[in-house]
């Protein structure tokens, strides 16, 4: 089975936003995601996956597991942080760079801030419908 890597900075949102949309589409591939650092499951990203019939609530905040990394046949980098400070991506592992927005840093009125956790997530699921 392929196995495929989305890698934001904190595996709080994106990625893990990524990976549920990918355990939906890419039947074809094991799928993880992971940090550079870990930041904990943000709270919003499991509601705004909620609304797509994805639960994400028993996803753990993880760090790059480097021998799940290493045997990839895609890394998926989710953001300029994760990209500059992932480990060098072995030359025959395929990668994409996807600088997406992190919605934990939006401001204003929760229904402000779960509006851009909706807008990535929406860009989200059509980059990994693209995949498939």
Not at 39 to 54: F, R, S, T
Not at 57 to 83: E, H, K, P
Not at 90 to 107: F, I, Q, R, T
Request: with cysteine; aromatic share 6%; glycine share 6%.
């Amino acid at each position: 089975m392929k196995k495929i890597y989305f890698i934001c900075t904190g595996n709080s949102c994106r990625s893990q936003m990524a990976e549920g949309f990918g355990k939906k589409y890419l039947t074809d591939f094991e799928v993880r995601s992971a940090g550079v650092e870990t930041h904990g499951l943000n709270p919003k990203a499991v509601k705004v996956m909620a609304e797509k019939g994805i639960d994400i609530s028993d996803n753990t905040s993880d760090l790059i597991d480097i021998d799940y990394f290493n045997s990839c046949d895609l890394v998926v980098t989710l953001c300029g942080d994760a990209r500059d400070r992932c480990p060098v991506i072995p030359k025959n592992v395929k990668h994409l760079h996807w600088g997406l927005m992190d919605p934990a840093k939006a401001e204003g009125s929760e229904d402000e801030i779960l509006d851009v956790f909706r807008k990535v997530r929406d860009e989200i699921e059509i980059k990994v419908k693209e995949l498939a």
